[in-house]
């Protein structure tokens, strides 16, 4: 499904029918280069190794001392000790998956690009992004767009 909103057909930025089509061919090079498949394979492989690291961590016992529990106990009840570790690991873990996963964000963002480039339509796609932009963010530190923005700023 692919939904087109009224800012981008009327008002001041309006896209002119080739600049839609450039935005239709990008989405559709998504589609046919299966990056929704693709995401949802690299987020699930990412649970899973959550998953993996919180069963193999289950019995590490320093990470229970943090929490309080006595070094001589032994330690918290079975379901706590997946609270904590999962827990831990969904934080340690995120700060280095997330820029991986954006990282994958940004290149199917530039295949998708290719994509609607090879059917003619790079440069009303430029001008359809150009557009797009002004006015969303007025005022962007560079290092926001460095480690949070999916797709790159045009001009
Ligand atoms: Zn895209």
């Known amino acids: 499904m692919l939904y087109i909103g009224e800012s981008l057909l009327n008002g001041d930025s309006a896209l002119r029918l080739n600049e839609l089509l ?7 090079g998504h589609w046919r280069l299966h990056h ?11 649970l899973l190794g959550l998953v993996l ?20 106990s032994n330690g918290p009840w079975l379901p706590t000790r ?15 998956y997330a820029p991986l996963l954006l990282l994958l964000a940004r290149h199917t963002e530039y ?10 339509y790079a440069k009303s796609l430029c001008s359809a992004l150009v557009k797009m932009q002004n006015g969303t963010f007025l005022v962007m530190d560079p290092l926001f767009k460095v480690l949070l ?5 045009p001009g």
């Open 22 to 28: 450039g935005v239709i061919a990008h989405e559709l």
């Open 36 to 46: 929704l498949v693709l995401t949802y394979l690299a987020v699930e492989a990412g």
């Open 53 to 72: 690291a919180t069963y193999l961590l289950r019995y590490f016992h320093p990470l229970y001392t943090v929490f309080g529990y006595s070094s001589k």
């Open 82 to 96: 997946f609270l904590i570790v999962s827990f831990c690991l969904f934080i340690a873990l995120g700060e280095f």
């Open 111 to 120: 295949q998708a690009d290719a994509h609607a480039a090879s059917l003619g």
């Open 149 to 153: 923005l999916q797709s790159p700023i």
